[in-house]
T-cell receptor, first 116, second 111 residues
Framework: DTAVSQTPKYLVTQMGNDKSIKCEQNLGHDTMYWYKQDSKKFLKIMFSYNNKELIINETVPNRFSPKSPDKAHLNLHINSLELGDSAVYFC???????????????FGEGSRLTVL | AQSVTQPDIHITVSEGASLELRCNYSYGATPYLFWYVQSPGQGLQLLLKYFSGDTLVQGIKGFEAEFKRSQSSFNLRKPSVHWSDAAEYFCVTGTASKLTFGTGTRLQVTL
């Protein structure tokens, strides 16, 4: 069983479209995250939810809207896609609200978004 | 703000050779430090972590890292590299609520 699963794995779309990436974790964790990895492999946190509550919201355009229907799911919806949104988006989860308690994030395999 | 620097973008080693990946941190107090590995097409996996205490930390897959306050470093080492170790390695530091990743070092292993 995959611990953190993301769908779709690949997504190619046109500028201006709206798309969603889904994430589910079966680890029973309370906290979930979205990270963006750019073409230079730089990883940056976008959002974090703890028990469906938003706890981290980095400087991200409001075209990006996370939604957490329950603590096992954290979806990412992106409106009006732009070329610069092309990246790999990683979902992750951790057992504690602050990842430092164990220091371990469990990552999904990533969703590669290409905007044409 | 806390940050980590990985000075080497790309490193190539022969299988069986020893490995050291460099990481320098900037933070006044004792930082929380981690190493994560990203295999091709995969998500990231925690190799090891340092919070306090013993400055030599053992991790999974035969990796270890040493925290050196005098050098502001947390270098990752492995005595004998295997071809399957080829991957991207990230040094990471943490604050109360989030992790900050370095820019990564790509390890290539030649047979």
């Amino acid at each position: 069983d995959t611990a953190v699963s993301q769908t779709p794995k690949y997504l190619v779309t046109q500028m201006g479209n709206d798309k969603s990436i889904k994430c589910e974790q079966n680890l029973g964790h309370d906290t979930m995250y979205w990270y963006k990895q750019d073409s230079k492999k730089f990883l940056k946190i976008m959002f974090s939810y703890n028990n469906k509550e938003l706890i981290i919201n980095e400087t991200v355009p409001n075209r990006f809207s996370p939604k957490s229907p329950d603590k096992a799911h954290l979806n990412l919806h992106i409106n009006s896609l732009e070329l610069g949104d092309s990246a790999v988006y990683f979902c992750a989860s951790s057992q504690e609200r602050t990842s430092l308690n164990t220091g371990e994030l469990f990552f999904g395999e990533g969703s590669r978004l290409t905007v044409l | 703000a806390q940050s980590v620097t990985q000075p080497d973008i790309h490193i190539t080693v022969s299988e069986g050779a020893s490995l050291e990946l460099r990481c320098n941190y900037s933070y006044g107090a004792t930082p929380y430090l981690f190493w994560y590995v990203q295999s091709p097409g995969q998500g990231l996996q925690l190799l090891l972590k340092y919070f306090s205490g013993d400055t030599l930390v053992q991790g999974i897959k035969g990796f270890e890292a040493e925290f050196k306050r005098s050098q502001s470093s947390f270098n990752l080492r492995k005595p004998s590299v295997h071809w399957s170790d080829a991957a991207e390695y990230f040094c990471v530091t943490g604050t109360a609520s989030k992790l900050t990743f370095g820019t990564g070092t790509r390890l290539q292993v030649t047979l």
